[in-house]
């Protein structure tokens, strides 16, 4: 059994001091040396550190341990050295009993390894119970991948006296420290791993946690933005609160002495009831809750900066002595094993000066933590907006600029850097002047700001959007300050706006300008025909090519009352479509003049409809038919939803969909954007900032001034002079002259009946005397009748002997002049002309044939009557066949435009014009059929078989069955049903089988 010595036991305090000639005792010399040797001892233990300082690596392979060389010190003071590397092949047990411990009895020591310990060895022969290596698990029944190395010291004292039994020479005791490499079970070296209380080791015990950003997606009103920052800040304190009460904690371990001095008690408590204190404020404190979300945002980056500050910090103040006094753990052996389990550490001395200022630092930010949040004020300043330079959040909190929302003494715990030179007076802050700010900090904005990535922009929440806008816009201006600011308004209703985007002037402004100069340029074409159409109307009245003086009269007036309801209407109108946009969209106002001088124009078209002519279209015609009022509807419809879009960029919803790197951050990035959100009053309540330039969308061109009107265009003469012909037709002076004289023949049938009746009741005559008398008088009155009638046809036919002379002369110039235009026109649309040719022909045709029955009186023959006619209708009536030739004309009218529709390289513009012409043919039919029917009523021709009221059925029944235009069909029936429900029922039978086919068909 031998005495393992540990030096540092027993820590001497005094050492032997020699004097001249003093007899010296071995004890003395002992003392002495011990002493020296115990100070040198503690001097690597306190000053430069415990543990493996590097090197001493282990590894199995094939067979052989290799040692790597290295260095390291126990906790006894042994500075344990391997020169190089080592092979150990073999192996053999390392002591059999435990030793006895100097001073302790028989106890074994704290880390001595016991009897299944065995030494490693270079050679099996090194020692007398050597083996080699790969027989360690046959004769230890233990693995070598479940042993660990230890590197032991072993400390003892021998006595080499050579005694007898009767001498012995005292040569005195040796002290030897030799290190042996052990192999012991991996569960013995577990047992011993040292456990030393370091920053680190308290560290790596406490909550790592990270503050939550609030999302803005959803966020319209400023309710919901509150809410969303209430949660995160809800979030945030309870993970605070855990953290601190896990540093409570571990501040409670024994060993954890790194706050004690600096909080006498534990904070923690006071930390967490402020915190919920400030919570609860928030809740009211409006745009103050993002500040205390920021706020939060600060004591997570401080806590966590103290906590990193820790980690790593493995040194130890005053370390046990008992850790590890005689032995290192070098790991095991197994290479899937963790090192560090098995393996001790190092533990440097807390005098090292890099190590020394982290701990340093974590004393200073759990002091600046505690300043935190006791000193944290809720209240936003307004009113008095301070700009100051500072880092964005790529930066330590203490490299920033100190937030308005801390008190003014925090500057002296901000900066642990300004602080430990001595410079907390330079600390950027809003509160700046309250402690006397010293350097660049007392004028920020005038001092240099290159190094400067941020800047902070407090005092403007509670503002005025307005007033906060314009003194930020003017320090950006004054200081030249790389940022831009904007506002957006934090609601969805775009009219609580404060500020509207610039007006732009687009191309669908242009688009408009044009559309509404067209429609102005088509009201004053259709005003000036109005005017000379007027007097054309004065010029045939007063030349009494109008026969009645009543209607002549009416006719003036009508014409005379609309022009000047179309000129006065289309002034104002021409006038405000003229404007500039801006001055266009004040009022609508124009709508009701463009009314008026449609609704003129179609009422002077349809007073006149009984003695004009439309050859072709006429400016009234361009503008009732024009499309240029929708138009103007549908582009103010398109502009508006163009300056609707336009505000609601500026609306925090649409903002931030636009621009989804909106952040709240206290200020704005260099060459970034600083964004205030203000609510339906016009005050600040958040700001936010963009990463990149944002500035108000430029203005574009602005609208051209309006053109000073021009001369309307000169249009050819044929527009003005002949686009409508003014006269009455012969065939409506027959008819009106035939239903004149039926009325007085209806009115004296009924004085003669009421005669009979009167002189049958006075003088009481039988019935069969009184119709004979009636038949007589009857008679007589035929004959009277038909006498009148045939004077009064002769008088017809020497007025349209007359007529016919001067038709004949006008026709001759109207052909002059139509051959003329044909020839004219034939370059420009030979489809339309080609109409305007088959229109004259057939309007001289019927002139033809009316001649002819001017000419021929009343007994013409029928081949006469349809001379030049495509049609062959045969019927004996002359104003019968009029009326049946008129409604085949227009049926085979509307069947060739149909097949022209036919034809698929008709274009666009051709089509819409062939297919209003068919509806207006279609019109014609339509009514060119009742009027036939009606004539056959009035007539009351027989039906019965090569009758000519049952040709005439036959072609009625045949035109109105090729309609297909609805309002054609409809007004078609109607005007057979209104026939027909005064007919004869023979007749009001074949009305209704026709009015049904056309029913069907439609």
């Keep these: 059994m031998y005495v393992m010595s540990r030096r540092l036991s027993q820590i001497s305090t005094s050492h032997p001091v020699f004097e001249e000639d003093q007899v010296l005792t071995h004890r003395q010399l002992n003392d002495a040396i011990g002493y020296l040797d115990m100070q040198e001892r503690l001097a690597r233990i306190e000053l430069a550190g415990v543990g493996i300082v590097c090197g001493l690596r282990v590894s199995l392979a094939s067979d052989v341990v290799t040692l790597t060389k290295g260095i390291g010190v126990t906790t006894d003071g042994d500075l344990v050295r391997v020169e190089g590397t080592e092979k150990l092949t073999a192996f053999a047990p390392y002591r059999d009993v435990v030793p006895q411990a100097e001073g302790e009895g028989t106890e074994a020591p704290k880390g001595w390894f016991g009897s299944e310990a065995f030494e490693l060895l270079r050679r099996p022969e090194d020692n007398p119970r050597g083996a080699k290596l790969s027989e360690f698990g046959a004769k230890t029944k233990h693995s070598l991948a479940n042993m660990a190395v230890v590197l032991h010291v072993e400390s003892r004292i021998t006595d080499p006296d050579l005694c007898s039994g009767t001498d012995c020479d005292n040569l005195g005791q040796i002290a030897s420290h030799e290190v042996k490499i052990l192999l012991v079970d991996k569960y013995e070296a577990d047992k011993r791993k040292e456990t030393v209380a370091t920053p680190d080791a308290t560290a790596r015990k406490l909550l790592g946690i990270t503050a939550e950003r609030a999302l803005l997606p959803g966020v319209v009103t400023p309710t919901t933005l509150y809410t969303q920052y209430q949660t995160r800040c809800a979030s945030i304190v309870e993970k605070l609160g855990r953290a601190f009460k896990k540093l409570s904690e571990v501040r409670a371990e024994p060993g954890q002495a790194i706050l004690d001095d600096l909080f006498p008690s534990d904070p923690t408590p006071d930390w967490k009831e402020a915190l919920g204190r400030y919570l609860t404020a928030s809740a009211s404190s409006g745009g103050g809750i993002l500040y205390f979300h920021d706020f939060l945002k600060d004591v ?39 090192p560090s389990t098995t ?135 004054d200081y030249d300050l790389p940022f831009v600011v904007r506002a957006v308004a934090l609601d969805s209703d775009r009219t609580k706006i404060w500020k509207r985007p610039l007006p732009r002037y687009t191309d669908l402004h242009q688009l408009h300008r044009l559309v509404r100069h067209g429609l102005a340029e088509q009201i004053e074409a259709a005003a000036d025909f109005g005017e000379r159409l007027e007097t054309n109307v004065k010029e045939v009245v007063d030349q009494r090519r109008i026969v009645d003086d009543a209607a002549g009269v009416t006719l003036r007036k009508v014409a005379g009352e609309k022009r000047q ?77 163009n300056e609707d879009k336009a505000d609601d960029k500026v609306l925090f919803k649409t903002f931030l969909a636009d621009h989804p ?196 009186g009343a007994g ?21 066949g009029l009326h049946l030739e008129e409604l085949s004309t227009n049926t085979g009218r509307a069947k060739s435009v149909k ?65 297909q235009g609805e309002r054609a069909v409809a007004a078609a029936k109607a005007g057979l049903d209104e026939t027909g429900a005064r007919a004869p029922d023979a007749m009001k039978s074949v009305l209704g089988t026709i009015a049904c086919r056309i029913k069907a068909r439609g």
């Design 899 to 963: 097949e022209k529709l036919l034809d698929p390289d008709v274009s666009a513009v051709e089509r819409a014009a062939l297919e209003r012409l068919l509806d207006r043919v279609e019109g014609d039919i339509a009514k060119g059929a009742a009027d036939c029917a009606t004539y056959l009523r009035d007539k009351a021709l027989p039906l019965t078989k090569g009758t000519d009221g049952m040709v005439a059925m036959k072609v009625i029944a045949e035109s109105v069955e090729q309609l």
């Design 661 to 856: 790197g909106l952040e709240h951050a206290g200020g704005a990035p260099r060459g970034g954007t600083l964004v205030l959100a203000y609510d339906a009053s016009r005050k600040v309540v958040a700001d936010f900032m963009l990463p990149y330039f944002c500035p108000e969308p430029e203005e574009r061109a602005p609208e051209p001034p309006p053109k000073p009107r021009r001369p309307l265009p000169e249009r050819p003469w044929l527009v003005y002079e002949k686009a409508i012909t003014l006269d009455v037709p012969v065939v409506t002076r027959v008819e009106r002259a035939r239903e004149e004289l039926r009325k007085e023949n209806l009115l004296k049938a009924r004085e003669v009946e009421e005669k009979v009746d009167l002189k049958l009741g006075e003088q009481g005559k039988t019935l069969d005397v009184l119709r004979a008398e009636t038949q007589s008088k009857l008679l007589d009155y035929g004959r009277e009748t038909a006498n009148k009638l045939l004077e009064y046809t002769n008088q017809t036919h020497t007025k349209l002997q007359d007529f016919t002379a001067q038709t004949f002369n006008k026709l001759g110039d109207y052909r002059s002049e139509v051959d003329l235009k044909l020839r004219d026109f034939r370059s420009e649309t030979t489809r339309d002309i080609n109409e305007k040719v088959n229109l004259s022909k057939g309007a001289i045709d019927v002139f033809d044939r009316a001649v002819g029955i001017a000419k021929g």
């Design 300 to 338: 997570v980056e401080t806590y966590e900066a103290f906590r990193d500050a820790l980690l790593g910090e493995t040194s130890a103040c005053r370390i046990d002595f008992m850790e590890f006094p005689k032995y290192l753990l070098l790991g095991r052996l197994d290479p899937a094993a963790n």
């Design 343 to 477: 393996r001790t550490g190092f533990y440097p001395s807390c005098t090292t000066g890099a190590l020394r200022g982290r701990v340093d630092r974590a004393r200073f930010l759990a002091a600046k933590l505690d300043a935190m949040i006791k000193g944290f004020s809720g209240t936003t300043p307004a009113g008095t907006i301070h700009i100051t330079p500072s880092a964005g959040e790529d930066r330590s909190l203490e490299e920033r600029a100190m937030p308005f929302y801390y008190p003014a003494s925090l500057h002296e715990l901000w900066s642990h850097e300004l602080a430990r030179k001595g410079r907390s007076a330079w600390v950027y802050s809003y509160h700046a002047p309250t402690y006397g700010a010293q350097g660049a900090a007392a004028s920020p904005l005038e001092s240099p700001i290159g190094r400067f990535s941020f800047f902070r922009v407090e005092g403007h929440v509670g503002m005025d959007v307005e007033a906060a806008v314009a003194n930020i816009e003017k320090k950006i201006q």
């Design 565 to 641: 309801t179309m000129a006065g209407s289309a002034a104002k109108a021409s006038a405000k479509l003229r404007q500039t946009y801006s001055n266009y969209a004040r009022s609508s106002s124009w709508k009701e003049e463009v009314d008026s001088i449609t609704v003129a124009a179609s009422e002077l078209k349809h007073g006149l409809r009984d003695i004009a002519k439309t050859e072709f279209v006429t400016p009234i015609d361009t503008l009732i038919g024009s499309v240029h009022v929708q138009w103007m509807d549908w582009l103010d419809e398109l502009v508006k939803e």
């Design 860 to 880: 013409i023959e029928k081949a006469v009557l349809r001379a030049g006619s495509s049609v062959d209708i045969g019927v004996d009536d002359e104003l019968l």
